[in-house]
């Protein structure tokens, strides 16, 4: 089955800097790559995701890359701001059937 | 409003007293899954379903049974609870098993000592 691997696990960044969590999969057959945003409490939520017909993808300061070949897909998110901090999961499929997730990365941004 | 609900919301109970925590969507959605949170670990799929009457496992199903009688509940059940199962969970929805955004309850946190 599939299996993804997630880093770093914690990552700290100044305000306004840009941070970078990467994802590697094991299932050459997956094609659905989402990325959702746990914040403290919280359930988690959809704030991004791609399918294996695209390599990137972008909403306002988030994007998505992927790469094939290498089996890794990472979430960008530039000029950070403080609601950004929270817990993000990748996570990769067929579909939405069998959803397995990354062990999750907790993001602070420092003011 | 469209949403997932779950209830209960917060639980403690003892070893090998049977549960159920409820889930239910007004969103008409078919498909419908039972995940569990860990830290360090991630979300993990305990069970889901493709539509009413079709269950599947999941990664982590072993101690759960659910059940989908109804589109819109899919109850998750704990025969005999034990210590191992204390956990954030997680119910989700979507519009269909191809479709890609998953819809999650507010989560059910449960401590069974």
């Known amino acids: 089955g599939e299996n993804v691997e997630q880093h770093p696990s914690t990552l700290s960044v100044q305000e306004g800097d840009s941070a970078v969590i990467k994802c590697t999969y094991s299932?050459?057959?997956?094609?659905?790559f989402p990325w959702y945003k746990q914040e403290l409490g919280k359930r988690p939520q959809l704030i991004i995701d791609?399918?294996?017909?695209?390599g990137e993808k972008k909403d306002q300061r988030i994007a998505v890359t992927l790469n094939k070949t290498a089996k890794h897909f990472s979430l960008h998110i530039t000029e950070t701001q403080p609601e950004d901090s929270a817990v993000y999961f990748c996570a990769a499929s067929q579909g939405a059937q069998k959803l397995v997730f990354g062990q999750g990365t907790r993001l602070t941004i420092n003011p | 409003e469209a949403q997932v609900t779950q209830n209960p919301r917060y639980l403690i109970t003892v070893t090998g007293k049977k549960l159920t925590v409820i889930c239910s969507q007004n969103?008409?959605?078919?498909?419908m899954s039972w995940y569990r949170q860990d830290p360090g670990l991630g979300l993990r799929q305990i069970y889901y379903?493709?539509?009413?009457?079709?269950?599947d496992k999941g990664d982590v199903p072993e101690g759960y049974k659910v059940s989908r009688k109804e589109k819109r509940n899919f109850p998750l059940i704990l025969e005999s609870p034990s210590p191992n199962q204390t956990s954030l969970y997680f119910c989700?929805?979507?519009?269909?098993?191809?479709?890609?955004?998953?819809?999650f309850g507010e989560g059910s946190r449960l401590t069974v000592l």
């Open positions: 379903s493709m539509n009413v009457e079709v269950t």
């Open positions: 299932d050459s057959a997956s094609n659905y």
């Open positions: 791609i399918r294996s017909n695209v």
């Open positions: 989700a929805s979507s519009v269909s098993q191809s479709t890609g955004e998953l819809f």
């Open positions: 969103m008409n959605h078919e498909y």
